[in-house]
């Protein structure tokens, strides 16, 4: 079992930058597909990026392609997001996820969740 806590969210400006971290207890993170997800009020959960157990695979939902950059470091048990460019669109509360399936867009691939960290754009 594995417990995963996010950080870094926070209110910043159109065009400006935030890192995410997910910070994982457990020894056997290094087993687990990492994945990000985002909802914003109202709207469903959306993918935003995962990465493959090894760190070696990496895709990410068309609306961050480009902007937004996952990583990971197996050593500190966490993952990170890496986000650019940010936009107003891009506001919501984003939560980390871990999956023994496999890297994934769907969030039913996803066995263990955060609690979330909330990110505000402002125009």
């Known amino acids: 079992q594995v417990q995963l806590v996010e950080s870094g969210g926070g209110l910043v400006q159109a065009r400006g930058s935030l890192r995410l971290s997910c910070a994982a207890t457990g020894r056997t993170f290094s087993t687990y597909a990492m994945g990000w997800f985002r909802q914003a009020p109202g709207k469903e959960r959306e993918f935003v990026a995962a990465?493959?157990?090894?760190?070696?695979?990496?895709y990410y939902g068309d609306s961050v392609k480009g902007r937004f950059t996952i990583s990971r470091d197996v050593a500190k048990n966490t993952v990170y997001l890496q986000m650019n460019s940010l936009k107003p669109e891009d506001t919501a509360v984003y939560y980390c996820?871990?999956?023994?399936?496999?890297?994934?867009?769907?969030?039913?691939?996803?066995?263990?969740w955060g609690q979330g960290t909330q990110v505000t754009v402002s125009p």
């Open positions: 996820a871990a999956s023994t399936y496999g890297s994934s867009s769907s969030y039913a691939a996803y066995d263990y």
């Open positions: 990465i493959s157990s090894s760190g070696g695979y990496a």
